[in-house]
């Protein structure tokens, strides 16, 4: 994957106003964390310009309409593209070379209507603020897991300044026809560069709002944490295995002590 086998600098700690505690001691500043975010309805909301995109891309490679969508959490752009074509009947084989078109349509359309992002999406309450905060906590590397591919979910990211709290250059993207749970995994192996030790599953958190989401943290070795900001219950990602269950992102320290009881 892009981004995998260079070596890459831990964040320079952000500095608030008061509004973020500092390492108590000196066991805390010494913790390595690998912390991973979902981006759609995680940290932001572009449902309305990204339904559009995907509508023309579809109808592009395919020559036929998307009248039926799928459910995109815990999911890939790649993974997604197939069942639309299987939802939508078109008649022809999907192979990869056809995925590939299909992703490359989307990245454009998608970019193209960059900027209806800030009228048209929304950020989550809280998400800025707690991107930063966690920022701030030493020997942190924070990143996404996002099934758009990289220039689409750095778009997202960008329209709403939420990429500079990120190390996008070791995120996991749908560019790539893996589920999220590989792409958890492959960031687990490899974001500590060439010649780094991996992060263990103790020191890994994937902040998200879906059931889908829960259990690929599970299987690709991170602590699930979950933010009531989708539609799923408490209940139902508890169930699905989440350690940890926020009702939103609005209180920074919050955050930052789930990342903590996460990886202590």
């Not at 997604?80 to 359309?109: G, I, P």
């Not at 329209?159 to 996991?172: E, I, M, R």
């Not at 059931?211 to 943290?217: E, I, Q, T």
Request: with cysteine; proline share 4%.
């Amino acid at each position: 994957m892009a981004g995998f086998g260079l070596h890459f600098p831990l964040q320079t700690p952000i500095r608030h106003n008061g509004d973020v505690p500092k390492a108590a001691n000196a066991e805390e500043s010494a913790i390595s964390r690998l912390v991973l975010w979902n981006v759609d309805l995680t940290l932001l909301d572009v449902g309305q310009v990204m339904r559009a995109a995907y509508a023309e891309a579809f109808e592009k490679v395919t020559g036929e309409p998307l009248v039926y969508l799928t459910s995109a959490a815990g999911r890939t752009d790649s993974e997604m593209f197939f069942e639309f074509c299987a939802r939508n009947y078109v008649d022809f084989e999907a192979d990869t070379d056809t995925l590939a078109e299909f992703l490359a349509a989307l990245e454009k359309a998608f970019v193209a209507r960059s900027d209806q992002l800030p009228a048209k999406g929304r950020l989550m309450s809280g998400a800025a603020a707690s991107l930063a905060a966690v920022a701030s906590m030493p020997g942190t590397v924070q990143t996404v897991v996002s099934g758009s591919t990289r220039a689409t979910a750095t778009a997202k990211l960008v329209a709403f300044g939420l990429d500079t709290h990120l190390n996008l250059a070791v995120g996991g993207f749908g560019s790539v026809n893996y589920p999220k749970a590989s792409l958890i995994q492959s960031i687990r192996l490899h974001a500590a560069g060439e010649g780094g030790r991996a992060y263990a599953e103790q020191e890994t958190v994937f902040i998200s709002s879906s059931v889908p989401d829960v259990r690929a943290a599970l299987i690709g070795g991170a602590t699930p944490i979950a933010v009531l900001n989708d539609s799923a219950t408490e209940g139902q990602l508890r169930d699905a295995g989440a350690r940890i269950v926020l009702p939103d992102l609005s209180d920074p320290r919050a955050v930052m002590t789930a990342v903590h009881q996460a990886t202590d």
